[in-house]
């Protein structure tokens, strides 16, 4: 069946440090991928998403690139700040039933 | 535009009690779920909606329930409260139909439910 593997956490980096949150998928055709972010306290926010192969999704300075030959997806800032400390979701959807989440990854960057 | 609207936001129940977690959507969307997620964890799939009148179970249905009679709702009730079922709920939604099959799912802020 369709499913999720997201690298474990906790991740803590110092400020302006280079992020991957890797995550690799298992999935018959041609899923559309996400990352979400949680905040504390709050609900899942879509952070990008990818809906073919080799698409780049890229918001708030995070990037992935969907790769299909390697099926993953992982996640990637170049310089983290403090206001990106949250949980990050790999996710993906296919033939538009349910989505499957990996586990999350707790992301504390420090000053 | 509101999105995904739950509540309460918080609510503390006693063994045995019954509640309904509300949710409702105002984009229109055929599909809808309800995940908990427990303390550190990631999101388990309670019960899913493709539209009303439709629902089905997901990972960890038993001790809940679900209806779907308009497209806009869908409450989960929970009848006999166990500790077991202190969690945080979250409703979502999504589109997923022709181009918009795969798109994504936006989520409500979520209840903080503690069974006491």
């Known amino acids: 069946g369709d499913s999720v593997t997201q690298m474990e956490g906790p991740v803590t980096l110092s400020e302006e440090a280079f992020l991957t949150i890797n995550c690799t998928y298992t999935a018959t055709g041609y899923p559309s991928l996400f990352w979400y972010v949680q905040y504390p306290g709050e609900g899942l926010q879509l952070l990008l998403k990818?809906?073919?192969?080799?698409d780049k999704g890229s918001n708030k300075g995070f990037e992935a690139t969907y790769r299909k030959e390697t099926t993953s997806f992982h996640l990637e800032k170049g310089s983290v700040q403090v206001s990106d400390s949250a949980v990050y979701f790999c996710a993906l959807r296919r033939s538009g039933n349910q989505f499957y989440f990996g586990t999350g990854t707790s992301l504390t960057v420090i000053p | 535009n509101a999105g995904v609207t739950q509540t309460p936001k918080f609510r503390i129940l006693k063994i045995g009690q019954s509640m309904t977690l509300q949710c409702t959507q105002d984009m229109n969307h055929n599909y809808m779920y309800w995940y908990r997620q427990d303390p550190g964890m990631g999101l388990k799939l309670i019960y899913y909606?493709?539209?009303?009148?439709?629902?089905d179970k997901g990972e960890v249905p038993n001790g809940y329930n679900v209806s779907r009679s308009t497209t806009e709702d869908f409450p989960l009730r929970l009848e006999l409260a166990a500790p077991s079922q202190t969690s945080v709920y979250f409703c979502?939604?999504?589109?997923?139909?022709?181009?918009?099959?795969?798109?994504?799912?936006?989520f409500g802020q979520g209840t903080r439910l503690t069974v006491v």
């Open positions: 990818a809906t073919k192969a080799d």
């Open positions: 979502a939604s999504s589109s997923g139909q022709g181009r918009e099959l795969n798109t994504e799912a936006f």
């Open positions: 909606s493709v539209g009303a009148g439709i629902t």
